[in-house]
């Protein structure tokens, strides 16, 4: 059971929390792209996929926590540092996400409907900011999950 909880940790880790890294990555340049060309259809159209790939894939990324903790719990590993170390980091991204980022796309798509070009800038270089704290919480996460102190892997 536990190498099956493993797999499908792994297997929501790479399939949700991977598209939301790149999309959220990609969202800055696109915004910069509509705020240059504003009757630019295609990229207003790039700037909302990218939107709803965060939002869509940010819902299902709630499984990678869901069987993380059940996998903790078959391998008996709920109490070890480097597992509470991850659960506050992944909290951390998830609430960066949920609260600043998301918000921040859907103004700055707003914005980029509306024609007001003199917030996007500043809006861009906060998304990129805030998308490159994002990105480093999980590349943390993954690192802890993948060294892990302790383990008995022998790595």
């Not at 797999?7 to 990609?26: E, K």
């Not at 078959?74 to 960066?96: D, E, N």
């Amino acid at each position: 059971m536990t190498k099956l909880l493993l797999s499908l940790h792994v297997l929501a880790a790479v399939l949700a929390i991977g598209p939301v890294t790149v999309a959220a990555s990609m969202f800055p340049r696109a915004l910069r792209r509509t705020h240059s060309a504003p009757g630019d259809r295609e990229a207003l159209t790039a700037l909302r996929m990218l939107h709803r790939i965060c939002r869509v894939y940010a819902a299902i990324g709630i499984a990678v926590p869901l069987f993380g903790l059940a996998t903790a719990g078959s391998l008996g590993v709920l109490g070890s540092p480097w597992l509470i170390a991850s659960i506050v980091l992944t909290a951390a991204a998830a609430a960066l996400l949920a609260l600043l980022i998301l918000p921040a796309q859907d103004t700055a798509l707003t914005a980029a409907q509306a024609g007001n070009s003199g917030t996007v800038p500043r809006i861009c270089a906060r998304l990129a900011m805030l998308t490159g704290v994002f990105n480093l919480l999980w590349a943390t996460v993954t690192v802890l999950m993948i060294v892990r102190p302790g383990s008995t892997t022998g790595a």
